[in-house]
């Protein structure tokens, strides 16, 4: 029988040769594997649509009045409530297309579309509708100054319909004795109807909006979600 050589290198480059019978205790082991502690990745629970609804059971009105759900309501049925931490209405959903044009909010899409948004970007541009989830809430006026109750542009929103949440923001306002409006994006999160002519829903969505909250840059959707999941954490647990 041959014997079969390997070729060790020395550190010194010289070439030895060895028989390749050589004893498995007498090769050098490897080192053992070095693992590392590390915590299981733990996230909290979604809140869901049914604990925000809870949370939000009965109306302390804080409005001077009741708004219409859109121009041509005759009935003035809506009131702005109040609770811990946040402010909240159930009402329709009208499609704002407003802001920055795109592919789908324009003049020939949208015949009442304007350009601007009552609020702006970080950058100094108009919101776009197409892109950002965010709500309508009414100008300030003699039945609510919402101002007056934390909310403002960049506010982080909680919006229900059926058992989806969708988290936004306040990014437009809308006449003072109309409420009920979300943006073009919003409508497409929640799987509503989105065209601004035809779109929307006439009942069943009800806003949060959270006192004081701010959403940094306003056109970040990912800060939005974020701030969003916190706050509503935080209101379930006061009301639950």
Avoid at 83 to 99: F, K, P
Avoid at 141 to 151: A, I, L, N, Q, T
Avoid at 201 to 211: D, H, L, M, Q, R
Wanted: proline residues 7%.
């Amino acid at each position: 029988m041959h014997n079969r050589t390997t070729v060790l290198a020395t550190a010194i480059g010289t070439v030895l040769l060895a028989p390749a019978a050589l004893s498995a205790e007498a090769l050098p082991l490897p080192p053992p594997p070095r693992w590392e502690h590390r915590a299981p990745v733990v996230r909290e629970a979604a809140v869901t649509a049914a604990d925000l609804l809870a949370a939000v059971k009965g109306c302390a009105q804080v409005s001077q009045g009741r708004f219409r759900t859109d121009a041509v309501a005759a009935a003035e049925t809506v009131p702005v409530c109040g609770t811990a931490g946040a402010v909240h209405w159930t009402a329709d959903m009208d499609i704002d297309c407003d802001g920055r044009p795109g592919r789908y909010c324009n003049k020939e899409t949208d015949p009442s579309f304007t350009a601007m948004t009552a609020f702006q970007q970080s950058d100094g541009r108009y919101l776009s509708a197409e892109e950002l989830p965010f709500i309508v809430v009414p100008a300030r006026g003699s039945r609510w100054k919402h101002s007056d109750h934390g909310v403002h542009g960049g506010s982080v929103v909680a919006v229900i319909h059926e058992d989806k949440v969708l988290y936004a923001v306040v990014g437009d306002t809308g006449p003072t004795g109309i409420i009920g409006e979300a943006s073009y994006a919003a409508a497409e999160a929640l799987g509503i109807p989105s065209d601004p002519r035809t779109g929307g829903v006439p009942s069943g969505v009800t806003y949060i909006v959270f006192k004081d909250s701010k959403a940094k840059p306003i056109e970040s959707r990912s800060a939005a979600v974020t701030e969003g999941e916190r706050l509503a954490r935080e209101l379930v647990a006061r009301t639950g």
